[in-house]
């Protein structure tokens, strides 16, 4: 059984920063794709940052340039660091993992950016 989870959430003032870390945990071979999505009120959850098992990584327009996504194989840990955050990056942020064929998501950490 694997596990996702999260931590790192939290509320912090416009042009702060925060790091959202994700771990995985349980039976794994392999870890191919690790994402991070996020989802505010009465939205549709949206597809944040994506890094490959390659390293390549891909960003929402809305976080170029802000947002950096990164991993640590060695320790199954996706890592989400925002910088100069805005009060629109508000939401419930969620870990997504393909682990091994199979796509699993982490409990959800809620960020707050106050204006």
């Known amino acids: 059984q694997v596990q996702l989870v999260e931590s790192g959430g939290g509320l912090v003032q416009a042009g702060g920063s925060l790091r959202l870390s994700c771990a995985a945990s349980?039976?794994?071979?392999?870890?191919?794709?690790m994402n991070w999505y996020r989802q505010a009120p009465g939205k549709q959850r949206e597809l944040v940052a994506v890094?490959?098992?390659?390293?390549?990584?891909n960003y929402a327009d809305s976080v170029k340039g802000r947002f950096i996504i990164s991993r640590d194989n060695a320790k199954n840990t996706v890592y989400l660091q925002m910088n100069n955050l805005k009060p629109e990056d508000t939401a419930v942020y969620y870990c997504?993992?393909?682990?091994?064929?199979?796509?699993?998501w982490g409990q959800g950490t809620q960020v707050t950016v106050s204006s």
């Open positions: 997504n993992q393909v682990i091994d064929a199979r796509t699993y």
């Open positions: 890094i490959i098992n390659g390293g390549s990584t």
């Open positions: 349980g039976s794994i071979f392999r870890i191919n794709a």
